[in-house]
């Protein structure tokens, strides 16, 4: 609040009107009222203190409140170009989200699995917590969306194929139905630990064969490789991990080609045939983490190293013309084949 000034001529008026009106009141005191000596000092006082002091508060003039605007005085912070653009990004992700979300072909019903329903929830939860949320919790939001529309693709493909989820937690054996018996298969794992490693065996009497081991990322980690043949109806299996996990056996058939005109989009560790086209793959990393491209031998086991890294990444790998890739991440990625 600033000083209020007062200007010499206000001044002066001041001590004219308050002087003659001191003045004034003495002689119509004294002449009028028979007062003795007390009195007339009193009523003397009371003029000198009372008549300045009526005056001032006419004619000084009252400091004036500097009003703030109504946005400040509300809290309201204004928006920089950057909190516009991240508000207009947000807003872009939202929209986008919501447009998978309709066109899912996933439709609930009563009779389904009940996580194959919670993760439908999941998902529909996101889209309105998204909605509501500033711009820096958006993506994290829609994450968590958008890996439950994946765990349904990834269920509706094992309903399609007639498989049966196992579920359990911690360290198990189990054993798992062969979709085609003497025959290869896709092993699919998920687990939703937050942090640790998780490892999937096959138990043999002389040398245990490990097809999948990974880090958890958090949220929902999964591996999708591929099984030698084995004679029998079932798989033994022994899966090393800290929290709820489930697995299924799948016909190889399932597993995901590449085409030239088709990238693919996943998520974890994941087995690729390459069925032909360019010799060449465009490797896409969307992750913070370490990320790594093999190819795989005709007993399904790890082969020579392609490409390695951490991080973000945009690569160029050279292939073989046809061959099975597996990628090995708890991240997002994209395949490409860029066509001959």
Known sequence: MKPTRVSWGRCLAHGLISGTIAFTLLCLGIVLLPVGDGASALLMYASLVLTPALVARRLVPRPVRQLRPERESAG????????????????????????????????????????????????????????????????????????????????????????????????????????????????????????????????????????????????????????PPQRGAHTQLEVWADGPWRLTLRPAAETRRLCWNAPLRGRGIETVVKTGGSRVVEFEHHGDDGFRIQTVTRSFDSGRLLADGRGAARLTVAVPDRCLLRIETTGRWTLRDPGT
């Open 76 to 227: 309201a912070v204004p928006k920089t170009p950057q909190r516009r653009m991240a508000a207009h990004a947000a807003e872009q992700a939202v929209t986008s989200y919501g447009e998978l979300l309709r066109l899912h072909p996933y439709s609930p019903r009563p009779s389904d699995d009940p996580d194959d329903l919670a993760h439908y929830q999941l998902a529909l939860e996101a889209y309105e917590e998204a909605r509501q949320s500033p711009p820096g919790r958006v993506p994290a939001i829609l994450e968590r969306g958008r890996s439950a529309l994946e765990r349904l693709d990834v269920a509706a493909r094992a309903a399609g194929s007639g498989a049966q989820w196992i579920h359990g937690c911690g360290r198990t054996r189990v054993r798992a139905p062969r979709p085609a018996p003497g025959g290869p298969a896709l092993l699919v794992f998920e687990t939703d630990q937050e942090q640790g490693v998780y490892s999937v065996f096959v138990p043999r009497p002389t040398r245990r064969r490990e097809p999948l081991k990974g880090v958890c990322g958090g949220g929902l980690t999964r591996g999708q490789v591929l099984l």
